[in-house]
């Protein structure tokens, strides 16, 4: 079968002939239904600093998996053949697909079961795929640490991949929304999500006393900026990689007592949250799907920040 891999930094994506992978002990054989497209890839495939992280070279990529069991291992109890199922990135097994093992821009990809999350049957495998990372982060982000809580007023920076998923989550759980959005064409969609008020910058937002701040950009002045628009004991949480740098605000840090925590990734249960969040159809992000011999072309517009919503690549 053919198979996307990576060979190593700042080297092109190799189209290879790979084997069809065998379950082992404890693990099931995935035909991939829909595997996404991220900026971590293009990340991995350009930055040097990904290198560590991938663990296995060559490696297929692609960590946003869903897809049908059609394959079960030795010692699998609670899984079986035609179960449709998503692939936590961030699972107990510690070893992530796309980096330490195959991924998802293959056919078939094996995963052992600790990995896996169970697909509601009315949510497509698109949904699926786009949960197992977009979905887990940008939840992650809101909930787990934010705490988001209904009625709350909650800033959120940037609704591209995981911030539009963010945005209307917030919505969901009655919180008022206000959005942060440097690209004006995007203003409509956050304001049809339920946002009550949309703006550039998180700064113009002084004043609004938001109890929360997500920020799903990371620019360095989106971070600090944040802290204007909080009120006295707000949470800030940082999400985005943008740039790895922001000059802080003390002053205000202290006499708001602000909170400013990190968010990296997720769990499965916040997965199975984000899942069930995506089957009401109240949280429906934007994406588009694409085909598997496109999927270097789409990781370009990736690389020029060109793409729109989540890219997922289609099996069928």
């Known amino acids: 079968m053919k198979a996307w891999q990576y060979e190593g930094t700042n080297k092109p994506l190799k189209l290879a002939d790979v084997p069809d ?12 239904k829909a595997a ?32 049908t069991i059609v394959g079960v291992g030795d010692g699998v109890s609670g899984w079986r053949v035609g179960d449709h199922v998503g692939v936590c990135p961030t699972g107990p097994s510690g070893v992530a697909p796309g980096y330490g093992r195959d991924g998802g821009w293959q056919p078939l990809s094996t995963h052992p ?31 787990t640490v934010g705490d988001v809580k209904f009625l709350d007023r909650v800033g959120i920076i940037g609704i591209g991949g995981l911030g539009q998923i963010a945005a209307q989550a917030a919505v969901r ?39 929360l701040v997500v920020d799903y950009v990371g620019a360095g002045d989106t971070t600090a900026d944040s802290i204007y628009a909080i009120r006295r004991d707000g949470k800030i949480v940082l999400v985005g990689m943008g740039i790895l740098q922001a000059d802080i605000n003390t002053r205000d840090l202290i ?30 992000p934007v994406m588009k799907k694409i085909t598997f011999d496109k999927i270097p072309d789409f990781l370009e517009l990736l690389h020029q920040r060109k793409a729109r919503g989540r890219l997922v690549c289609m099996y069928e």
């Not at 992978?21 to 991939?32: A, R, S, T």
């Not at 909170?259 to 997720?266: D, E, T």
């Open 36 to 67: 996404g497209l991220c900026h971590s890839d293009v990340g991995a495939l350009t930055d040097p600093a990904w290198a560590p992280l991938m663990e296995k070279n060559p490696v297929t990529m692609g960590h946003e998996i869903a897809g």
């Open 173 to 211: 759980m009655g919180a008022e929304v206000f959005v942060a959005e440097i690209n004006e064409d995007a203003w409509p969609l956050a304001y049809a999500w339920g946002a009550k008020e949309v703006k550039s910058s998180i700064e113009e937002f002084a004043g609004y006393d938001l109890d």
């Open 21 to 32: 992978p065998e379950p082992g002990f404890g693990e099931v054989l995935v035909d991939v």
């Open 255 to 284: 006499l708001k007592q602000a909170q400013i925590l990190g968010s990296n990734g997720g769990t499965m249960h916040d997965i199975e949250a984000c899942y069930r969040l995506f089957a009401t159809g109240a949280v429906n």
């Open 113 to 143: 079961v600790s990995d896996l999350v169970r697909i509601p049957d009315n949510l497509s495998f698109e949904m699926a795929a786009v949960g197992t990372d977009a979905g887990m982060t940008a939840y992650h982000a809101l909930v």
